[in-house]
T-cell receptor
């Protein structure tokens, strides 16, 4: 079974704090993704990475950055947390080397519910 | 930019009723189509997917979906729902050679026992 794990299920931070969300996958997937999930808005892509040290902006990258130093690990960073970043954050991975990456579904972690006070 | 529309945000059904959740997408090229489900307190998981071939695809737990290219639609169906189908359902699309999935806003299904 594919496993995508996220460092915390629940996190409470204060405005202005730097926040790190970590994600690890164990299936040697090439691609990793960070989404935020808000009621009535579905999942919106923040950033994704298709290789180590490579990243691309998604639809809502403002206020976020990412880091992928190892293939299995993808971190989301909130440089200075704000209350409008209170949300559920989902990490996903998918795509195997040598295969048509778009054919592979994404596998999701359990999510981190972040509250910024 | 590509977009995905799910027609209903909340659906309430009684057990044994039939289900159809609508999904329309905007991209005119070749696409891959997915339905994901999120049960209360659980991970988002894949229900079914369409890449090519037979436009009627079957997924887990008795769900199926039909791809109608002319209507840019990929509606999810189940002939008889159960209480355990209570969940949020997301339609998602990606371009055939793209990495990114675009999700709809989700439909919350509540099945009354």
């Amino acid at each position: 079974d594919v496993k995508v794990t996220q460092s915390s299920r629940y996190l409470v931070k204060r405005t202005g704090e730097k926040v790190f969300l970590e994600c690890v996958q164990d299936m040697d997937h090439e691609n990793m993704f960070w989404y935020r999930q808000d009621p009535g808005l579905g999942l919106r892509l923040i950033y994704f990475s298709y290789d180590v040290k490579m990243k691309e902006k998604g639809d809502i990258p403002e206020g976020y950055s990412v880091s992928r130093e190892k293939k299995e690990r993808f971190s989301l960073i909130l440089e200075s947390a704000s209350t409008n970043q209170t949300s559920m954050y989902l990490c996903a991975s998918g795509g195997l080397a040598g295969g048509p990456s778009s054919y592979n579904e994404q596998f999701f972690g359990p999510g981190t519910r972040l509250t910024v006070l | 930019a590509q977009s995905v529309s799910q027609h209903n945000h909340h659906v309430i059904l009684s057990e044994a009723a039939s289900l159809e959740l609508g999904c329309n997408y905007s991209y005119g090229g070749t696409v891959n189509l997915f339905w994901y489900v999120q049960y209360p307190g659980q991970h988002l998981q894949l229900l079914l997917k369409y890449f090519s071939g037979d436009p009627l695809v079957k997924g887990i737990k008795g769900f199926e979906a039909e791809f109608i290219k002319s209507k840019f639609s990929f509606n999810l169906r189940k002939p008889s729902v159960q209480w355990s189908d209570t969940a949020e359902y997301f339609c998602a699309v990606n371009e055939r050679y793209g990495n990114k999935l675009v999700f709809g806003a989700g439909t919350i299904l509540r099945v009354k026992s």
